[in-house]
Nanobody
Framework: QAALIESGGGLVQAGESLRLSCVVS???????VGWFRQVPGKEREFIAA??????????SDSNSMRSRFAISKDNAKNTIYLQMRNLSPEDTALYLC???????????????WGQGTQVTVSS
């Protein structure tokens, strides 16, 4: 079993930045960690993923997210980060990290999920 715990969300104003953290513990088979976001009534939206064993990353095809969001890691802390800048009200969502061993942009088939951290952006 693995556990993923997110933190760093909060209420910010448009144009500000946030850095989310996802601490991974437990199952060493979790070799890939992804960030998703979800708003009520919609499917989980892929943001980015990173390998814990290499420097490989994958980003959403959304130009808006690719230009403003960056995924990184600190292996010594077993932590995956999502740096978000120039936030807008459209970024308001529950942000979740997911763990698994395959590259998947779908919200399905990931082995583990955290509880999420809420990000609210006011205009």
């Amino acid at each position: 079993q693995a556990a993923l715990i997110e933190s760093g969300g909060g209420l910010v104003q448009a144009g500000e930045s946030l850095r989310l953290s996802c601490v991974v513990s437990g199952d060493i088979a979790v070799t890939i960690v992804g960030w998703f976001r979800q708003v009520p009534g919609k499917e989980r939206e892929f943001i980015a993923a990173i390998s814990r064993r290499s420097e490989i990353t994958d980003y959403s095809d959304s130009n808006s997210m690719r230009s403003r969001f960056a995924i990184s890691k600190d292996n010594a802390k077993n932590t995956i980060y999502l740096q978000m800048r120039n936030l807008s009200p459209e970024d308001t969502a529950l942000y979740l990290c997911a763990g698994g061993d395959q590259w998947r942009r779908s919200g399905r088939f990931w082995d583990y999920w955290g509880q999420g951290t809420q990000v609210t952006v006011s205009s």
